[in-house]
């Protein structure tokens, strides 16, 4: 929550993971504040919950995020995201 903050104002970033299960603030607190930071104008937002994507727009139809992952984490699946999102070629 909050260190995430401190972290967002002093480091440009092109991706966000974000765990919606927060001990200090909401994670739709968190990501609203997050898409306020300059320095993140440009990320993309990937929410990570053990939540269905579904509950989580229900409790909050504002919530506006680029990608939602369900935990646990398929590292496979993020990579070929990331892949995908932001163009990489491989070469091997």
Do not use: C
């Given at each position: 929550?909050?260190?995430?903050?401190?972290?967002?104002?002093?480091?440009?970033?092109?991706?966000?993971?974000?765990?919606?299960?927060?001990?200090?603030?909401?994670?739709?607190?968190?990501?609203?504040?997050?898409?306020?930071?300059?320095?993140?104008?440009?990320?993309?937002?990937?929410?990570?919950?053990?939540?269905?994507?579904?509950?989580?727009?229900?409790?909050?139809?504002?919530?506006?995020?680029?990608?939602?992952?369900?935990?646990p984490?398929?590292?496979?699946?993020?990579?070929?995201?990331?892949?995908?999102?932001?163009d990489?070629?491989?070469?091997?």
């Amino acid at each position: 929550g909050k260190s995430a903050l401190d972290v967002a104002n002093n480091f440009a970033a092109n991706v966000v993971l974000l765990d919606f299960k927060l001990p200090d603030m909401s994670g739709y607190e968190l990501l609203r504040r997050l898409k306020e930071v300059n320095r993140l104008h440009r990320a993309k937002f990937f929410v990570v919950s053990g939540y269905a994507r579904e509950d989580i727009q229900r409790e909050n139809s504002q919530v506006d995020f680029d990608y939602f992952i369900t935990k646990p984490v398929n590292i496979s699946e993020l990579q070929k995201l990331l892949i995908k999102e932001f163009d990489i070629h491989i070469q091997g």
